[in-house]
């Protein structure tokens, strides 16, 4: 198993990209190969502690797409870049999967143009982990598709159920379309059309499901378009930073609560490790002929190892070829046929 | 200044409403009338501490919408609830707002049928307060409105800066479109035309938000439609228990970290009261003939005293005012004519 890691992107730099390919190789059977510039990434690696040297190899790319870039445009201007050659490098089958913290827009355009879509989907988009009160959850779409048509939606909840029996091991996923309620007929006219699909189909869906309802772990899959489920992955990551810094203020505000933070500080720490994104992995892309995973551009070593992990991971229970399987399941009858090549946006979703 | 109070509504049971409006009479210079079951109310009052009796009274009503129950067809079927009977005695001048803690749906519908639009406002819309880093923050719409048009953003910008400025005190209101992406042009269809309709406007329009940027307090109304609006409050809603929920399970796991948190609780409870709900006041109807108050249906006696205050500055600060002026100042060319019995839904939105 050899996954490549994309180790120009994010926010942090190279060194702590890097940091997190050794933690990987260190703690699981893999391989990695960094992308990027060799004479800054040797240096990194020979700072480093020690680690499997036969195990972690560099190719050397003179390129990078910036965080800020427009994805079509930079992949298409740069094709020495990082992120490009380590998908084209994953096309040709010398490496495994694909793991970036770099611009995801970027990320999702060359994979797609490296690799192309799995069989009969019509929208590959990202998932995001969520942590729950129990197990963590699937939401799908996270920014990827922001107008999508109600098959898009069936599409997402049928490959985010792979995901879901692959990595966190759930057998019949639940399945729930993010809503403004829980009773059939509750929500916009694009979630409304999608529940007949759902119904229609051979997913373990449990209906519409209520933004409350997400932290709570009785869903194991969440449905949304890209742009419902970008704004709540935004929101919910907002709303954990400010609560914490609110809390952080009100202890500083006195001695005795510092004092009491001070005792309480395992608790804390086990208690921000239960919400770090960091731990969940980073973000896969879904619905194409390959593995990437997509990480936070601010992914510390801990984010960008178990990233390197579930990338693994995605490849041995073999997620896409599940996601294949559960597409030929679904009877394509139903609304229209959802060849490959459509990709038209529908006016009323 | 008279509040109606819808007191059968909620999912809590009356003696808190009740409890709630003792608090309000006692806090600020107004009077509360109770619509609901007199006998009950009655014998509730008798059982309450001590208030000025002349500050409340009573109108009797037989029929209680209940939360689970279809708002249109409930509010026509039961025209002596308390909800429908509270509306039209606004409308008929008796009182000078209404709040309900009961169906939100229904409380909007009667409110609709009772005391009909603004002048030019295509579409009333429900806004909800969200504490942040800095000032509470205003968005709108969060559950009215799922299937919007780009001018009815545009027209939910507008009530809820008229709001900002009556309520949270500020100037020049900063308003943000809830979007995927900080850059203009980032977004879904709905988003990207809209954008242009508030360049076009007298409003301070800041351009497109993230997710991310809802707590920070930087932007002082959030623009969006009522599914995203909805999914935004109940997944915040969501968030904020599941991490109260993790931080006490972590806490309670080790007897050092309890009594760490025993001498932090005072900051945990100035914290508490920082993230609560209730302490917002409930969620404005905007765009209506008068004024109306929804709160959340688990509201307490603290979220009841907030809500009937909020409601009567609203009345005293003149929002309704504002929000027709502020109509008056837009330009009526932009997109099509904003008349007020436009209601249709647009294909693309």
């Known amino acids: ?52 040297t036969g195990r972690i190899d560099i190719v050397h790319t003179t390129e990078v797409v910036g965080m800020g870039e427009s994805p079509i445009e ?33 990320t999702m355009a060359a994979a797609v143009r490296s690799l192309g879509r ?43 159920t792979a995901f879901s029996e692959g990595i966190i091991g759930n057998d019949r996923p639940r399945v729930g379309v993010l809503s403004i309620g829980a009773e059939q007929g509750k929500g916009n006219s694009l979630v409304r059309k999608a529940d007949k699909l ?29 742009f419902v489920g970008n704004v709540s992955l ?41 919400i770090d994104y960091a731990e969940y992995g980073g973000a896969p892309l879904l619905g194409l002929n390959g593995t990437g995973i997509v990480c936070h551009g601010r992914s510390n070593p801990t984010a960008i190892k178990n990233a390197i992990h579930v990338a693994a991971e995605t490849v041995q229970n073999k997620v896409n070829e599940r996601i294949v399987e559960l597409m030929a399941e679904i009877t394509e009858s139903s609304e229209d046929s959802a060849s490959s ?5 529908e006016g009323t979703s």
Chains 1, 2 share one sequence.
């Open 341 to 345: 090549d459509d990709n038209k946006q």
């Open 74 to 106: 930079a992949i298409r201007r740069k094709r020495d870049s990082s992120i490009v050659v380590a998908f084209k490098r994953l096309k040709d089958g010398e490496v495994d999967a694909v793991v970036s913290a770099g611009n995801s827009g970027a």
């Open 234 to 274: 935004k929101i919910s990551e907002g709303l954990a930073e400010a609560m914490t810094t609110m809390l952080r203020a009100e202890i500083n505000n006195s001695f005795v609560a510092k004092l009491g933070y001070l005792l309480a500080r395992g608790a804390f720490a086990r208690f921000k490790k239960r």
């Open 118 to 160: 799995l069989k009969n989907i019509a929208r590959p988009g990202i998932a995001s982990i969520f942590p729950t009160l129990k197990k963590p959850v699937v939401m799908m779409d996270v920014g990827a598709n922001v107008d999508c048509r109600p098959k898009h939606l069936l599409q997402f909840g049928l490959m985010a």
């Open 198 to 226: 759902f119904r229609d189909s051979t997913l373990n869906y449990i209906g519409n499901i209520e933004g409350s309802d997400t932290f709570k772990g009785d869903v194991d899959v969440i449905v949304c378009d890209g």
């Open 1 to 52: 198993m050899r996954i490549a890691l994309d180790s120009m992107g994010g926010d942090r730099g190279p060194a702590d990209i890097v940091d997190g390919a050794i933690q990987a190789v260190t703690e699981a059977d893999l391989s990695v190969t960094l992308f990027g510039d060799e004479e800054k990434l040797t240096a990194i690696l020979k700072r480093s502690g020690p680690y499997d």
